[in-house]
């Protein structure tokens, strides 16, 4: 069965520091693989995707995150955090070959950014 | 229109009572989702819809869980006699078409209380 791993409950990292969210999954061939934010009290919004072909991918607010198949990862990253990139993320991988293309999510990762 | 829409926001209700959560899908997709948010957990996925029928109700936790889908457009989730552990954020998504590189747009959920 799929599943995915989101090892850090929390981060906490000063405002302007390097950033790096990690994500694992568990899944027999490429998923489909996302990142979302999810700000309190709101949805969640999609940060990047990768479905095929380069295996880094830029989203928005300057993240991006790359897919390395013999880690089975997906790890998101971002070069200078700004203070109000404090939220909640989420990885999650989509089955490709499946009839209904739900998804299946990570725990989470609460980011804390430190002025 | 812009985005998905749910409602109501919140919802404070007594245990054993009826509740129904209202989902309006960005106009013209026709795959919407239904995912539930309990606190310290990932989202777990209830049910699909593909227009009007469900082809995956795996996710529903019991029979107390229904859904339905009209004109191809609205949902409502239906959670009868409701019981503690049903408190959680339900989050709606709908995507262009199922099976296609389509990310899931996700509204700002709807927060249940059960008293």
């Known amino acids: 069965a799929q599943s995915v791993t989101q090892p850090d409950i929390h981060i906490t990292v000063s405002e302007g520091a390097s950033l790096e969210l990690r994500c694992n999954y568990s899944?027999?061939?490429?998923?489909?693989l996302f990142w979302y934010v999810q700000s309190p009290g709101q949805g969640l919004q999609l940060l990047l995707k990768y479905f095929s072909g380069d295996t880094l991918v830029q989203g928005i607010k300057g993240f991006e995150a790359e897919f390395k198949r013999s880690q089975s990862s997906f790890n998101l990253r971002k070069p200078s955090v700004h203070w109000s990139d404090a939220a909640e993320y989420f990885c999650a991988v989509g089955d490709p070959t499946s009839g209904t293309y739900k998804y299946i999510f990570g725990t989470g990762t609460r980011l804390k950014v430190l002025a | 229109g812009a985005g998905v829409s749910q409602s109501p926001s919140n919802k404070v209700t007594e245990k054993g009572k009826d509740v129904e959560l209202r989902c309006d899908p960005i106009?013209?997709?026709?795959?919407l989702y239904w995912y539930r948010q309990s606190l310290g957990q990932g989202l777990e996925f209830l049910i699909y819809?593909?227009?009007?029928?469900?082809?995956?109700k795996s996710g529903l936790p019991s029979d107390r869980f229904s859904a339905e889908r009209t004109g191809g457009s609205v949902s409502t989730l239906t959670i009868q006699r409701t019981q503690q552990e049903d408190s959680a954020v339900y989050l709606c998504a709908s995507s262009p078409e199922r099976g296609r590189n389509q990310p899931q747009h996700f509204g700002d959920g709807t927060r249940l209380s059960i008293l």
């Open positions: 819809f593909q227009g009007n029928s469900a082809p995956d």
């Open positions: 106009s013209g997709h026709t795959a």
């Open positions: 899944y027999g061939a490429t998923p489909y």
